[in-house]
């Protein structure tokens, strides 16, 4: 149950203590690393799931990638539950990353999927990658809803440091 003084003082991504704790936080730091490698890996290995859909080629090779990609995934999940909780004070569904959460639940499900699809031979090779490459376009529709709350947070900033700057140089032009 949301408080009333907490909607009362979120006028964007983060008030201002969540922001602190934001910031303060090593986690943010892991955050900002996970992503971009877990980015490169889904590169390489959507590379790889193409050479072997075009050629018959590399099938194990890819199937490594898919499975670092998805460990690289739960990796990034659970830190970032645990990031979440440090800022919000709840581990997963804050109301500024509802949906982001919602989604990643679906891009965690994909990937899970297809772990089980690979250890018991449900969907056969080929059937494999083309669950694989679902589940990238999910993942990239996730990265593409952080990558724009990212963006809002840094306007947010920008907008509140502009306002601050404006208060500021009219509190001098007072004196």
């Known amino acids: 149950m949301r408080r009333p003084d907490a909607e009362m003082r979120r006028r964007g991504l983060y008030t201002p203590e969540e922001r602190r704790r934001?910031?303060?936080?090593?986690?943010?730091?892991?955050?900002?690393?996970?992503?971009?490698?877990?980015?490169?890996?889904?590169?390489?290995?959507?590379?790889?799931?193409?050479?072997y859909l075009m050629t018959g080629e590399g099938y194990w090779l890819a199937t490594i990638s898919i499975v670092v990609k998805t460990f690289t995934l739960y990796t990034i999940m659970i830190t970032g539950a645990i990031w979440e909780k440090e800022v919000f004070g709840v581990y997963l569904f804050a109301e500024?990353?509802?949906?982001?959460?919602?989604?990643?639940?679906?891009?965690?499900?994909?990937?899970?999927?297809y772990l089980l699809a690979l250890f018991?031979?449900?969907?056969?090779?080929?059937?494999e990658m083309l669950l694989a490459l679902a589940a990238y376009a999910a993942y990239v529709v996730n990265a593409v809803q952080?990558?724009?709350?990212?963006?809002?947070?840094?306007?947010?900033?920008?907008?509140?440091?502009?306002?601050?700057?404006g208060t500021a140089a009219i509190g001098e032009a007072a004196r």
């Open 120 to 127: 018991t031979d449900l969907l056969g090779s080929r059937g």
């Open 96 to 113: 500024p990353f509802f949906w982001e959460d919602v989604v990643s639940f679906g891009v965690i499900a994909l990937h899970t999927f």
């Open 146 to 165: 952080f990558v724009l709350k990212l963006r809002a947070a840094r306007l947010q900033e920008a907008r509140e440091g502009a306002a601050l700057a």
């Open 22 to 51: 934001r910031d303060s936080s090593p986690w943010t730091t892991v955050q900002g690393v996970l992503a971009p490698v877990q980015f490169l890996v889904c590169l390489a290995s959507i590379a790889l799931i193409a050479r």
